[in-house]
């Protein structure tokens, strides 16, 4: 019976989604299980030590640098990683913005750079009374890793708290008036869902630009297993503002897990075939 490695995220990197991020974790390997195949199951927190993963196929919700690079190092030795830790790296935001605003996805305005260069940057320079201050490597592990700002000095103050936390590059971002819309879709397989974070709102929108705008952004970022947030306006005018490696999928676990588990197995045994050939 073929075996394949699961990397399970660490818990810093789930800030209010721990159990969920779990949950799909395990439902997956459930599913893949179901398939006809094993699973060996790694903590990334062992990942980050001198543990190495013998199996050909990884499939990896880690996002900290250390693993990162393990994953990295494998997948140069020809292992194949699901999503390729390349591709978590382009999820940073420092990175995702820039290469979202490059290929025309609809994005907002956004400045990124080192916290010096972002503390001199002027509020005005945005046309709005309301900016948002991210931090620009991983997704936010923290409260204030994400935060809505109203002036200069809240402004200062975020970027200054970044910084005695060892944060060295941020992003400050336009706020998009609208309903925010969380998404979920697996690549080549048909599946995409998505929901209204205020489920008792609901703005009349074109689904088929929403589906095209998320899988331009999957495709330029490389990602396979994915999820996001855009902001849907009063007229319908759709902006990608987030896009996610591997989320929890928590509204459409049960069913995304099996298109992930397929998607894995195809991806496993596609590999196979093309090798023998």
């Not at 999820?91 to 979202?100: A, D, G, Q, T």
């Not at 990124?112 to 490597?137: A, C, E, M, P, Q």
């Not at 941020?170 to 397989?189: C, M, N, P, R, S």
């Not at 209204?196 to 899988?215: A, H, P, Q, V």
Request: aromatic residues 10%; hydrophobic residues 40%; charged residues 30%.
């Amino acid at each position: 019976m073929k075996t394949i490695a699961g990397v399970k995220r660490n818990r810093d990197y789930s800030p209010n989604h721990i159990e969920n991020d779990s949950l799909i974790f395990m439902k997956t390997v459930e599913e893949i299980k179901q398939l006809g195949l094993e699973v060996n199951v790694y903590d990334e927190e062992e990942l980050e030590k001198e543990m190495k993963i013998k199996e050909d196929l990884i499939f990896s919700m880690a996002r900290g640098a250390l693993a990162l690079r393990k994953l990295l190092k494998a997948e140069l030795e020809g292992k194949m990683v699901i999503n390729s830790p390349l591709t978590v790296l382009k999820c940073h935001r420092i990175n995702m913005s820039k290469l979202l605003k490059e290929a025309g996805v609809p994005f907002p305005f956004t400045v990124s750079g080192t916290l010096d260069v972002l503390t001199d940057y002027k509020f005005d320079n945005f046309n709005s009374t309301i900016v948002w201050v991210k931090r620009g490597d991983i997704h936010a592990i923290h409260r204030e890793d994400v935060t809505l700002v109203f002036s200069e000095e809240e402004k200062r103050n975020i970027l200054k708290e970044f910084g005695h936390r060892g944060i060295a590059s941020a992003v400050l971002q336009k706020h998009i008036e609208g309903e925010v819309v969380k998404f979920y879709a697996i690549k080549d397989t048909g599946f995409f869902d998505y929901f209204f974070y205020n489920r008792d709102k609901s703005i009349r929108f074109d689904e088929n630009k929403l589906k095209l705008y998320t899988s331009k952004a999957a495709e330029v970022l490389g990602l396979e297993i994915y999820g996001g947030d855009a902001i849907i306006s009063e007229s319908g005018e759709i902006t990608i503002i987030d896009m996610n490696d591997w989320p929890s999928f928590a509204p459409v676990r049960d069913k995304a897990s099996k298109y992930i588990a397929k998607y894995i197995y195809r991806k496993l045994f596609g590999a196979e075939e093309r090798t023998l050939i």
